[in-house]
């Protein structure tokens, strides 16, 4: 199967907040700590001796998303529950020198230039193989130590509704062949939909695999586990691992295993089943294949309902798979924006993306891009109230 690389296009994730009228945001005793505006100036600093900022994206409806060029990252997105509060549903940092951590370093960033894990740091092109950094066990994951999340991205527009940024990883940064020039614009309509516009070139030939790695809590940030969240994955299949979770090339069903999404469920229901996947994954960190049912010109990828706050997430993609991480490795290794500790399981991430380790599965869509292409695929996040 082969999944062509599209050209001269964008990559879009769609934010849509719907069901109910905004007010103002207050704060019951149950619900955790919500930030109306963050202080852009305590949160600004130097990393690598380059400056670091927030900045805000709003609308006339009241929906808040804040952004900071170090590693092109989503810092916070306030949407409102049933009640009409704003909840911050993507977890972040404070400051900019939080995310400059190597314990936690993928909140909320753009990872590339290929997302997910290459088995062994390594792959072949032409005949020509490639070694990368090992960052994870005996493999590379999210393009190696500084990828392009620990990259400062330059700011090349800006306005209340849209930013853009863009970020040039050298030859060989990594290990990965060719200048990969790379752009992202978020912008906010009055709408409520953020949308977030990928492009990508190279100078040589090169494998490429955006995505964004938000944290997501629909309950809101701080606000306690995620495993009574209820979830849905349009796939029928999923890509089995290895102890070091690389893909075994294989596709298995997921009907009858505790990979079954296909009905919606609570993320932790089956979580403790006896199963070697979830052992290996110390719970789900896996790659799901679309089974693309259609939505116009998306495929279904998943919906998620926070059990708390009503929110809804519908997520539909161009992507042929989505990576679904139940917060496994949180530990309290970093404190968030609103003081609480990143605890094991406060939040999963869906990536919508291109297989792992797909340079070395000739089975898997190709993530191969040629000089003179432009990279492009799209995602859509669309919320609502339950």
């Not at 314990?103 to 230039?113: K, L």
């Amino acid at each position: 199967m082969k999944i062509k690389i599209k050209y001269i296009g964008v990559v879009s994730i769609l934010f849509v907040v719907v069901g109910c009228q905004q007010k103002n945001a207050t704060k019951a005793k149950d619900e955790p700590a919500m930030t109306m505006h963050m202080d852009s100036n305590a949160f600004a600093g130097k990393i690598n001796d380059q400056e670091v900022h927030l900045f805000e994206l709003k609308n006339k409806q009241g929906v808040q998303a804040y952004l900071t060029n170090f590693g092109a990252r989503i810092v916070g997105l306030w949407v409102p529950d049933k009640q009409g509060n704003l909840r911050d549903v993507v977890l972040g940092f404070a400051k900019a020198s939080d995310y400059h951590n190597p314990a936690e370093p993928y909140f909320g960033t753009i990872v590339g230039p290929f997302g997910n894990r290459i088995a062994k740091g390594t792959f072949q092109l032409d005949g020509h193989a490639y070694q990368l950094a090992v960052n994870n066990g005996v493999n590379t994951l999210h393009g190696g130590f500084n990828g392009v999340h620990f990259a400062n991205w330059t700011v090349k527009a800006k306005n209340d509704s849209s930013i853009t940024f863009a970020y040039t990883l050298p030859d060989r940064s990594e290990g990965f062949p060719g200048n990969i020039a790379m752009q992202v614009t978020y912008a906010l309509n009055e709408q409520n939909e953020l949308t977030i516009a990928y492009q990508a070139q190279s100078d040589k030939k090169t494998v490429i695999n955006l995505t964004n790695h938000a944290y997501f809590n629909l309950n809101g940030e701080g606000s306690g586990s995620i495993l009574n969240h209820q979830i849905k994955l349009y796939a029928d299949e999923f890509t089995p691992v290895d102890s070091t979770l690389i893909p075994t090339g294989k596709l298995e069903k997921v009907i009858g295993t505790p990979f079954d999404f296909t009905v919606k469920k609570a993320i932790g229901r089956d979580m403790n089943a006896h199963d070697r996947q979830l052992s290996y994954g110390k719970g789900y960190d896996h790659n799901f294949v679309l089974n693309k049912q259609k939505e116009g010109d998306w495929y279904k990828a998943a919906q998620v309902v926070g059990d708390q706050s009503g929110i809804v997430m519908d997520i539909l993609t161009e992507e042929p798979g989505i990576q679904f991480y139940s917060g496994n490795f949180m530990n309290e290794k970093v404190q968030l924006k609103n003081g609480k500790k990143d605890s094991f399981r406060t939040a999963f991430c869906l990536e919508p993306q291109h297989f792992p380790d797909s340079p070395n599965q000739p089975n898997f869509p190709s993530t191969v891009l040629l000089p003179g292409q432009i990279y492009k695929t799209k995602s859509l996040y669309r919320f609502s109230l339950q």
